[in-house]
Structures are given as structure tokens and as C-alpha cells.
Nanobody, 115 residues
Framework: QVQLVESGGGLVQAGGSLRLSCVAS????????MGWHRQAPGKQRELVAS???????NYADSVKGRFTISRDNAKNTLYLQMNSLKPEDTAVYYC?????????WGQGTQVTVSS
């Protein structure tokens, strides 16, 4: 069982920045994919950014050029740097990771962007 713990959410004004962190209970190099998803009230959870162990990165069109996903294998941590935040970025952000045994999710961290 892999545990993922997110942190770094909060309240920020439009145009501001936040960096989310996701610490894994296992070596993240053993996870062949990791990513960030978000869920706004009344909406379905959506992919924000993902990264494979091979280095392939994907972003949702709505965050391209503003968000950056990265990882530090030595710290077993996945990051999401969010710049130029907009009110529509307000959501609970979830980290996830996958290995051959399944998909794992963190508990989520709230990001609120005020206009």
C-alpha cells in the first residue's frame, strides 16, 4: 500500500503562486506514473498534470504555461508549481501514483484563488 500526503494548498489572490507537494511512503521511482488532479465543487475530477518515470509530461490545456510538475526522487516528493493563478483554478488538488498493484490517491489539499 502506498500512502500519498499532499500539502501546500491555501488561499491566494488571482495572479499569485503556490507550490503543492506530495510525499510518498515509498520510493517514487517505483511508481511508473504520478500526477496531479483537481476537483472543483459540482464538477468531475480532472487531470491537471502527469509525469511518467520515463520523463514524459502532460498538462491540461487550461494550465499549460502556468503550472509545472516536477519530482525529487531523493525526497520521494512530487511537486506542482502553480503560477498566475486564476479563480477558476479553485479546487481540491489530489496527488496520485500508479504501480503494478494499483492506483493510489492522497487526501487532497484545498486551493482557493480569490478575484
Amino acid at each position: 500500500q502506498v500512502q500519498l500526503v499532499e500539502s501546500g494548498g491555501g488561499l491566494v489572490q488571482a495572479g499569485g503562486s503556490l507550490r503543492l507537494s506530495c510525499v510518498a511512503s515509498t520510493s517514487i521511482s517505483s511508481l511508473y506514473a504520478m500526477g496531479w488532479h483537481r476537483q472543483a465543487p459540482g464538477k468531475q475530477r480532472e487531470l491537471v498534470a502527469s509525469m511518467s518515470t520515463g520523463g514524459s509530461i502532460n498538462y491540461a490545456d487550461s494550465v499549460k504555461g502556468r503550472f509545472t510538475i516536477s519530482r525529487d526522487n531523493a525526497k520521494n516528493t512530487l511537486y506542482l508549481q502553480m503560477n498566475s493563478l486564476k479563480p477558476e483554478d479553485t479546487a481540491v488538488y489530489y496527488c496520485n501514483g500508479r504501480n503494478i498493484f494499483g492506483t493510489y490517491w492522497g487526501q487532497g489539499t484545498q486551493v482557493t484563488v480569490s478575484s
